[in-house]
C-alpha cells in the first residue's frame, strides 16, 4: 500500500484529529476570527447592525487612559505574583518530597485551594481581610491589621497576591514535585559523593534537571495572572475607587457595563497579544535552558 | 485485535459526541418553545419573562405557575444577575429573546426602537403617569415606583430623644445635625451609616445634585460643556454638606470605603444607627434583619430655600418591553400584552405586584394598603407629587468612574474641589445616552 499519497495522508488526518480538528474550529479558531471582526465594529452587544468602523476601536483602545493602567496594574501584579507562586510552590514541593513523615496528606493539602473556585475563594478571602484580621487587630491592637487592607489601594493589591499565591502555590507544586521525582537517585548520590551540601545538590542538580518543569509553571501562572477576573471580581470588585480593575475585569466593563462591545473587544485582543508574547517567549528562552541527563 | 476494537470504541464515542454538540445548537430555539409547552395543557402559547428584580424572583415564578394554569398560556420566569444589557445581548446572539423583558429605563431608550413593539394603544396606558416613549411610542411598561432618600429608624430615635420622630422637622442639615448630636449624647455614638458601592454613591446620590437643578438637561449640558463650575452650584454643595455630615456621624468613619452593605443595613435595621441613604428596595434587605417597628424613608437634609428638601427622588423603576423579532409570534405577543393588562386591571394581578412583590404601583387605579414601611413613605411622597423625576440618561459608564471619584472623597483621599474637579473631566470625555 502507498502510504506516500496526499489522498492517503488526509484520511490518515481526518480519522485520527479530524473530530479534534473541527472542534477546536468550531469553539476556538472561529470565535476568535469572528471576536476579530467585531473590533471593526461599533456593535453595543444587543443590536441587529453592526456598523463598520474601520479602526476607530483601536484609536479608543490607545485613547483610554484607564485601560492602560489596568494594563500595567496586571504587569505589576503578574511579576510579583508568579515569582512568589514559584517560590512558594517550589520550597513546598522540595519539602514534601524530602521524605517527611505523612507527606502525602500534606501534598493533598497544599493542593486543596486550587480546587475551590476562584468565585468561592474570593469570598472567602474578603471575610478573611475584612472581618477576621480586622478583629484580630482590634483585640491585638496590631495597628496595621485593625483597618481592612482591602480598603487602601495598595492593601487591595497585596490581597489579590495573597490569595493567587495561595490559590496557585499548591497547584505548581505538584508539578515541581514531579520535577524532584524525576531526577534520577544515581545523579543525586554521585553529588553526595562528590561532597555537594543539601543546597549545593539542589541547585546545581535539581533545578538544571528540572527545568521543563519551571517552564510549565510559569507559562500556566503567566497566564492565569494575565487573565485574573474570577478572584478580582468577587475580593475586590476593583475596589477601592477601581484601583485594583485588572485587564480582564478592564475588558468586561467596557464590553458589557458601558456597553462598548467593539473597544471591549480591541481591547481584549491587545491583552491576548501582550498575554501571548510574553508566554511564547518565555517557553523559548525555557526551552533553551532545558538540559537533558 | 483488541486495540482495534477500543480505536474504533474511542473514534465512534468522539464521533458521537461531536454531533450531539452540533445538534444542539440547532435545536436550541425550539427546544426553549418546548419548555413553555411542558407544564401547560392550554392552548399551547408559551411566553417567556425575563426577570431583573431577585427579590421579586421566587413570588414571580409562583404566580407564573398559577397564571399558567388559569390562563392556558405558559409563563416562564428567568432570572439573571448578570448586568440586564449583557444577559439580553447572549439571548439576542442566540436568536432566542424573551418574549416580555424587563430592564432598567434607561435600556428602554437603546433597546427599544430596535427590539421592543409599541404599546401606545394599551388600555394601561391611561393609568400612569411613568411609562417610557421613544419616538413618540409607548414601548415601556413600568413594573413599580421606587425612589431614593433617607432611610431612618424611628423607633431607634424615639427610645434616645423620648419624643415623637417627624422626619419634616429636620429638613435642614442644621436641624438634622442637631439632632444627631442629641443622639451622640444620648449614648448612639455613631448614628449614621453610608453605603460605599459606586451604585449607590454616584449612581443613586450624586445623580441627586444633578436631577435637583432647576433644569436638569441644561446643567448636563453644561457640565458635558465643561461650563458647570460645580465647586460653586448651589446644589451641589446643599448636598455634599448633608454628605459630609453623614461621613462625619459614620459608624464606619474609619474604614468608610470596607464597609459591607449588608453591615451596615444590619446595624439600620437593629437600630445601632438611625440613619443611611437608600432607596425603598433596601427594605427586602432589612426585613432579614431583627428590624425595629418604625421605619420610613425621608427626604435628604439640605440647607436650602428651593423645596428640594421635601422631596426623595424616584419615579417609574424597571420596565417591561415586548420583543418585535421574528423570533416572537404575534400570538406570543399578544399573551404578553393579557399579560401586562392583567397586572393593572385584574384583581389577581394588583395582589400580585401589591401583596406578593410588595411594590409601590405605578398606576392610579391601583391601591396598595399593605406596603412595607419604606415603600409607604414612597408611595406617600408620589401621592403627594412629591418625587422629583429619575435623569434616565446617564452614560453607563457613570455610576463606575464617579462612583471612585465618590469614594475616594469618602476615604478622605480628595476634597470637595477635587471631587468637583473630577466630576467635570469625566463628563468632558463623555456624553449623555441621546433621547
Known amino acids: ?293 | 485485535m483488541k486495540k482495534k476494537l477500543l480505536a474504533t470504541m474511542l473514534v465512534t464515542a468522539m464521533a458521537v459526541s461531536a454531533t450531539a454538540c452540533g445538534g444542539g445548537g440547532s435545536d436550541a430555539p425550539a427546544s426553549s418553545d418546548g419548555e413553555g409547552g411542558g407544564s401547560s395543557g392550554g392552548s399551547g402559547t408559551a411566553i417567556t419573562i425575563f426577570n431583573s428584580k431577585s427579590e421579586i424572583q421566587d413570588q414571580f415564578v409562583q404566580m407564573a405557575e398559577k397564571y399558567s394554569a388559569e390562563k392556558g398560556v405558559d409563563v416562564e420566569v428567568y432570572y439573571s444577575n448578570d448586568t440586564v444589557a449583557a444577559h439580553l445581548a447572549t439571548r439576542y446572539s442566540a436568536n432566542d429573546p424573551y418574549t416580555l423583558s424587563m430592564v432598567d429605563a434607561k435600556d428602554i431608550y437603546s433597546l427599544g426602537p430596535e427590539h421592543a413593539i409599541d404599546l401606545s394603544d394599551q388600555e394601561w396606558v391611561q393609568n400612569t403617569d411613568y411609562a417610557i416613549s421613544v419616538d413618540g411610542k409607548v414601548m415601556g411598561f413600568p413594573v413599580c415606583i421606587e425612589a431614593r432618600g433617607l432611610m431612618y429608624n424611628a423607633t431607634a430615635i424615639e427610645a434616645i430623644t423620648g419624643e415623637e420622630f417627624k422626619p419634616e422637622d429636620y429638613a435642614t442639615v442644621d436641624a438634622f445635625q442637631g439632632l444627631l448630636d442629641k443622639l451622640v449624647a444620648g449614648g448612639m455614638e455613631t448614628p449614621t451609616g453610608i453605603m460605599k458601592e459606586d451604585w449607590s454613591l454616584a449612581g443613586h446620590f450624586l445623580s441627586e445634585t444633578y436631577e435637583e437643578q432647576p433644569d436638569v438637561e441644561a446643567y448636563i449640558t453644561q457640565l458635558h460643556e465643561g461650563t458647570a463650575d460645580l465647586i460653586n452650584n448651589e446644589k451641589f454643595n446643599a448636598k455634599m454638606d448633608y454628605f459630609d455630615t453623614m461621613m462625619k456621624y459614620n459608624f464606619a468613619a474609619g474604614s468608610a470605603i470596607a464597609t459591607e452593605r449588608e453591615v451596615a443595613e444590619q446595624k439600620l435595621a437593629e437600630g445601632e444607627i438611625a440613619f443611611m441613604f437608600g432607596g425603598n428596595w433596601d427594605w427586602s434587605m432589612l426585613s432579614a434583619y431583627d428590624y425595629s417597628e418604625k421605619m420610613g424613608m425621608m427626604a435628604v437634609p439640605q440647607n436650602t430655600s428651593d423645596g428640594t428638601n421635601a422631596k426623595m427622588e424616584g419615579g417609574g423603576s424597571k420596565y417591561f418591553f415586548i420583543d418585535s423579532s421574528e423570533s416572537t409570534s404575534e400570538e406570543q405577543r399578544q399573551a404578553a400584552k393579557d399579560f401586562l393588562n392583567w397586572l393593572v386591571l385584574d384583581e389577581e394581578g394588583n395582589k400580585f405586584l401589591t401583596e406578593d412583590c410588595n411594590l409601590v404601583p405605578a398606576y392610579s387605579n391601583i391601591s396598595a394598603e399593605a406596603l412595607d414601611p419604606l415603600s409607604t413613605s414612597v408611595k406617600t411622597f408620589a401621592d403627594a407629587g412629591n418625587l422629583i423625576p429619575n435623569y434616565d440618561y446617564l452614560p453607563d459608564d457613570h455610576y463606575s468612574i464617579c462612583g471612585a471619584s465618590m469614594q475616594k472623597y469618602l476615604a478622605g483621599q480628595i476634597d470637595r474641589a477635587g471631587l468637583a474637579t473630577e466630576i467635570e473631566n469625566y463628563w468632558k470625555s463623555t456624553a449623555p445616552v441621546e433621547h
Open chain 1, 1 to 293: 500500500m502507498n502510504t506516500n499519497t496526499a489522498s492517503y495522508k488526509c484520511k490518515q488526518y481526518m480519522m485520527f484529529a479530524g473530530v479534534t480538528t473541527v472542534v477546536f474550529a468550531a469553539v476556538v479558531i472561529v470565535p476568535f476570527l469572528y471576536g476579530l471582526y467585531l473590533t471593526f465594529t461599533s456593535w453595543d452587544g444587543v443590536s441587529k447592525s453592526k456598523p463598520f468602523v474601520a479602526l476607530a476601536n483601536y484609536a479608543a483602545t490607545f485613547a483610554d487612559s484607564a485601560y492602560w493602567q489596568a494594563l500595567g496594574r496586571t504587569v505589576i501584579y503578574s511579576v510579583i505574583a508568579v515569582i512568589l507562586v514559584n517560590v512558594v510552590a517550589f520550597i513546598l514541593a522540595f519539602l514534601v518530597t524530602s521524605g517527611v513523615k505523612g507527606q502525602n496528606f500534606f501534598r493533598a493539602g497544599f493542593f486543596i485551594p486550587n480546587l475551590i473556585g476562584g468565585i468561592v475563594l474570593g469570598y472567602i478571602w474578603k471575610f478573611v481581610f475584612n472581618r477576621a484580621f480586622v478583629a484580630l487587630g482590634e483585640s491585638l491592637s496590631v495597628g496595621a491589621l485593625s483597618t481592612s487592607w482591602l480598603s487602601t489601594t495598595n492593601g487591595a493589591m497585596l490581597c489579590l497576591i495573597i490569595v493567587s499565591v495561595w490559590q496557585y502555590a499548591g497547584y505548581m507544586m505538584l508539578i515541581y514535585v514531579a520535577g524532584f521525582m524525576s531526577v534520577s537517585a544515581d545523579v543525586l548520590e554521585a553529588a553526595k559523593i562528590d561532597g555537594c551540601t543539601n543546597l549545593q545538590t539542589i541547585w546545581n542538580i535539581s533545578v538544571p534537571l528540572m527545568v521543563s518543569s519551571f517552564v510549565q509553571c510559569l507559562f500556566l501562572t503567566i497566564t492565569r495572572c494575565f487573565m485574573v477576573y474570577d478572584v478580582n471580581l468577587s475580593l475586590t470588585k476593583g475596589e477601592p475607587f477601581n484601583s485594583s480593575v485588572m485587564a480582564a475585569m478592564h475588558v468586561y466593563n467596557q464590553a458589557f457595563t458601558y456597553k462598548n462591545y467593539g473597544t471591549g473587544q480591541a481591547e481584549a485582543l491587545i491583552l491576548f497579544v501582550v498575554c501571548a508574547v510574553v508566554g511564547v517567549l518565555q517557553v523559548y528562552v525555557g526551552k533553551k535552558a532545558e538540559v537533558s541527563a
